[in-house]
């Protein structure tokens, strides 16, 4: 039978090696770094335009406009499934959606992202 001294020790290297695994896991959430801003009058017209429709609450030019945004990306902070709705901000010469667009959160709580969803822009109202 082993001694308590040696049950104790092996507990203890057993509670470390967890606690390695734990902090060293990639998996675990890790908080997100704070999200440059940029100032509503700093956006382009066509950004301004849009944002003053989600303000007001439309009318969209877009069938896709108000459609759940879901962070697949994990840029903006981790809200549920339905928090996050984004909006079409037209692009000059193309004829499609194009990569800008607004994501909006709780009211006041805007996102700007000029490249698909590759980086964000808090906008400071």
Request: proline residues 11%.
């Amino acid at each position: 039978m082993p001694s308590r001294r040696r049950v104790s020790a092996t507990v203890a290297a057993l509670c470390l090696l967890l606690a390695a695994i734990w902090v060293l896991s990639p998996a675990r959430e890790q908080p997100l770094p704070e999200l440059p801003a940029i100032a509503a009058t700093a956006l382009p017209r066509e950004a301004r335009d849009t944002l003053a429709l989600v303000r007001a609450g439309g009318p969209f030019p877009y069938s896709r406009d108000g459609i759940v945004f879901s962070n697949r990306e994990r840029l903006l902070p981790k809200q549920p499934r339905g928090y996050y709705h984004e909006y079409t901000v037209r692009t000059p010469g193309r004829r499609d959606r194009g990569p800008r667009r607004i994501v909006a959160g709780r009211p006041g709580e805007y996102y700007w992202t000029p490249d698909h969803y590759r980086h964000f822009y808090r906008i400071r109202e």
